[in-house]
């Protein structure tokens, strides 16, 4: 028998469902009705009243929705709300979650942007694409922000950025206890993994179950999951869980490597060890039959012992760096201090937040030697995409302040649609005046794999794109990459002379950092760009620098890592 709670959420779900699917108010209505109708009713009655056939009697039930709570009664299943469900997008169900969005908002947010998933929806608010959307505005875009927050903090899955950002406040607290010898992040954050379910930490003191005792007390602590002398699990008031493994002094380095991982790095380097006639645990390197403890005063030391090069955080996903530490072949890894400038920067001429010269300033404060503009172009209207006159206004701006910030290269150019066919959304004499185009996929995401392809392939060929924008197009925790031959891709970018992007903007990542390895040996240039839409953003080029670390990027491998003069040759010989 169908729950009375069942039936009626049933109902309720098909007039969802219709208003998701533009249908006529009425319609949905009616089911909304006939829902309350079954609450009251009770499901007793509703299937006496069926099995009589006299629920078309009742008011409220038309002859429509008899015969489905009938069919959905008698069978225990209604193929026409199976049919409705399976027509709509997954992913708006989960919007439908998000605090103040209804149906209609959300089916607007379909129709307008073409959004299908949370990160998509994350994605166009913090880019401003809400802001001047009819019916929506900056006051519903900010607590669609914050209701999306809300959410991930019970999904369990969190952006590397704001789990860092958590673990480095308890980190700080941490430092506060007075008997503390060391403490470190551990885990997927030290490897800056882009995608992170909780936070580990290690630390040392004489005092371990004063320690533990100490950090389930924390104020960000909303509930203990485990407390023990040396180990404690807690859930923070962000949502996300952290654990506190606590060693004694001297087995610090060894519970650093062991907790930080990977369990296939750890494995390989145990298989390693063995062969060596030594054993690894989180308690220390021993050697021989009678267990010797090898001393280790750091993580230097400890993979010395093992005859192998100190091999940082981020390499350690059993990629090859142990084969590279064994014959000192490992990279030379790109720093934050090495970035020189950046690109991919949108301003108020299309979806970002600042103006022309406040972009200009504060980069000129970071320190930056050049900054490359790149609002987005006339295809994207959701984005408020310039038209051909609007990018002439923007390069007489960029003269202006040309004159005024002499201390910086302010690099005009556009992040220009590649249409469906592999062309530009712009004229070749439009583009022929600026500096640099970053080409970039907003539309048909989903295009089949070879078509894809050729489409990236035929705009990467045309002599105009410098830098090819996001080039998977995925968004974390909401949109697969398009399906590509990434291999095609990278030869044809390779062949024509173009850059690959390293989108930094947290929820994106993209180049994703197991392909940037194979990037580097093939000899392709890699640019960090933030993908910045307000000033704050331009801080996410120091996570894309995480990520090309882990990717095995060097400074020779970024093109942004290049002085102002190296860039603006680079510029000019490649497009006059």
């Not at 489905?68 to 027509?87: A, F, Q």
């Not at 990160?119 to 006051?139: I, P």
């Not at 899955?157 to 860092?164: D, G, I, L, T, W």
């Not at 308890?170 to 882009?194: H, N, T, Y």
């Amino acid at each position: 028998m169908i729950e009375k709670q069942g039936t009626a959420k049933v109902l309720e779900e098909i007039g969802v469902l219709l208003e998701l699917k533009g249908e006529n108010p009425f319609k949905s209505r009616a089911y909304y009705s006939a829902a309350r109708t079954v609450e009251l009713i009770g499901e007793e009655e509703l299937e006496k009243l069926v099995h009589e056939d006299k629920l078309k009697d009742v008011r409220g039930i038309g002859s429509a929705i008899n015969e489905k709570l009938k069919e959905l009664v008698l069978t225990g299943k209604l193929n026409y709300y199976e049919e409705l469900k399976e027509s709509i997008p997954e992913g708006l169900f989960e919007i439908l979650k998000v605090p103040g969005l209804g149906p209609r908002k959300v089916r607007a947010l379909y129709d307008m942007l073409e959004i299908t998933t949370l990160a998509e929806l994350e994605y166009a608010c913090r880019e401003n694409r809400l802001v001047n959307l009819k019916g929506f505005g900056q006051k519903t875009q900010d607590n669609i922000l914050e209701g999306i927050e809300f959410l991930r903090r019970n999904q369990g899955r969190y952006f590397y950025s704001e789990a860092r950002r958590v673990a480095d406040e308890l980190v700080g607290k941490l430092k506060e206890f007075p008997a503390l010898g060391e403490v470190s992040l551990a885990g997927s954050i030290r490897r800056f993994r882009e995608i992170v379910k909780d936070i580990d930490l290690v630390a040392s003191t004489d005092k371990p179950a004063d320690l533990t005792g100490y950090f389930c007390d924390l104020p960000q602590v909303t509930g203990v999951i485990a407390h023990g002398d040396t180990k404690a699990s807690v859930q923070l008031d962000e949502g996300i869980n952290a654990d506190l493994r606590v060693v004694k002094k001297q087995e610090f380095p060894y519970a650093l490597h062991h907790f930080t991982g990977s369990k296939e790095h750890n494995t390989a380097l145990r298989h390693r060890a063995k062969n060596m006639g030594m054993k690894i645990n989180e308690y220390g390197l021993f050697r021989g039959e009678e267990e010797e403890l090898v001393e280790c005063r750091n993580e230097t030391e400890f993979f010395a012992a093992l005859d192998l090069d100190y091999i940082p955080p981020e390499l350690r996903e059993n990629y090859g760096e142990i084969e590279a530490a064994e014959v000192g072949d490992l990279p030379t890894l790109v720093e934050e201090k090495d970035i020189r400038g950046i690109f991919h920067v949108h301003t108020l001429y299309s979806d970002g937040t600042n103006t022309l010269e406040e972009v200009v300033r504060h980069c000129s404060e970071l320190g930056y030697e050049y900054v490359g503009i790149t609002d987005h172009s006339q295809s994207a209207s959701y984005a408020g995409g310039l038209k051909e006159e609007d990018l002439e206004e923007q390069q007489e701006e960029i003269e202006a302040m040309r004159e005024k910030y002499p201390g910086i290269a302010i690099l005009s150019g556009v992040e220009s649609d590649i249409r469906a066919d592999g062309s530009l959304d712009y004229p070749d004499a439009v583009l022929e005046h600026l500096d640099f185009v970053i080409a970039s996929v907003h539309s048909g995401l989903k295009m089949e794999r070879s078509k894809m392809t050729d489409r990236l392939c035929r705009a990467l060929s045309d002599p105009r794109v410098t830098m090819l924008g996001h080039p998977t197009n995925r968004l974390l925790l909401g949109r697969d990459s398009s399906p590509l031959d990434l291999e095609k891709v990278f030869q044809s970018a390779l062949e024509n002379g173009v850059i690959l992007e390293l989108n930094a903007s947290p929820a994106r990542l993209d180049l994703d950092w197991r392909h940037l390895k194979k990037i580097r040996e093939m000899g392709l240039l890699v640019s960090i760009n933030p993908d910045a839409h307000r000033l704050e953003s331009f801080e996410d080029t120091n996570l894309g620098v995480a990520i090309a670390r882990k990717g095995w990027l060097e400074k020779k491998d970024i093109f942004n890592t290049r002085s102002r003069s190296e860039v603006e040759d680079y510029l000019r010989k490649r497009h006059g």
